[in-house]
């Protein structure tokens, strides 16, 4: 089964503080925010989102974060505007499995910006994009000991199970059929 590039959205957001933000797709063009925005990064926060230690993308990596296929991937940031031009505050992306049915999420909020709704909206944006492209479930890999991301996914009506890779990564999976009808 093939699934249709869906154009992917582009929303403004205002957060209960005032803050205006955009959820875009990621272009090639972003290449530095999307360096900064990683380079930024807590250590911890690089080690949940790419199970390594890390300073920096690789330019191999940069290039695949900011060259997504659109017929098997969707990336996403959330920016804000400022003196010196857009920043990057999240990054949301998915890939499809080669079962055509499910994909792999990833998400990343900068620190700084926690716990102000951005992941939830951003997974939303996500989740519905994935729905609208025929696929059928969401899934992804997360550490054990990363307990905010499993707690926030829990909330989303993600299912949690172990993982085959051992007890140190959790797979966590949600139909998306049922989040378009909650709609």
């Not at 499910?102 to 951003?122: N, P, Q």
């Not at 997974?123 to 025929?134: D, E, I, S, T, V």
């Not at 991301?149 to 993982?163: K, Q």
Request: proline share 5%; net charge negative; aromatic share 8%.
């Amino acid at each position: 089964m093939t699934h249709m590039a869906v154009p992917a959205p582009v929303e403004h957001w205002t957060l209960a503080d005032g803050t205006e933000l955009t959820l875009r797709p990621i272009q090639p063009s972003d290449a530095e925010i999307e360096q900064e925005f990683v380079r930024g990064l807590s250590e911890e926060s690089k080690y949940f989102r790419f199970f390594a230690q890390l300073s920096e993308l690789s330019p191999e990596m940069l290039e695949r974060f900011t060259h997504p296929d659109p017929l098997r991937e969707c990336a996403l940031i959330v920016t804000i505007s400022g003196r010196d031009g857009e920043e990057e505050v999240a990054v949301g992306r998915y890939e499809v499995n080669p079962d055509e049915k499910s994909c792999e999420f990833a998400l990343v909020i900068a620190d700084a910006w926690a716990d102000k709704g951005i992941g939830w909206r951003l997974m939303h944006a996500l989740m519905r994009h994935a729905a609208q492209r025929g696929l059928e479930r969401m899934e992804g890999f997360v550490l054990s000991n990363n307990v905010n991301m499993l707690h926030f996914v829990r909330d989303l009506g993600f299912e949690i199970r172990s993982s085959v890779k051992g007890p140190t990564v959790k797979i966590v999976s949600r139909r998306l059929a049922d989040f378009l009808v909650q709609k």
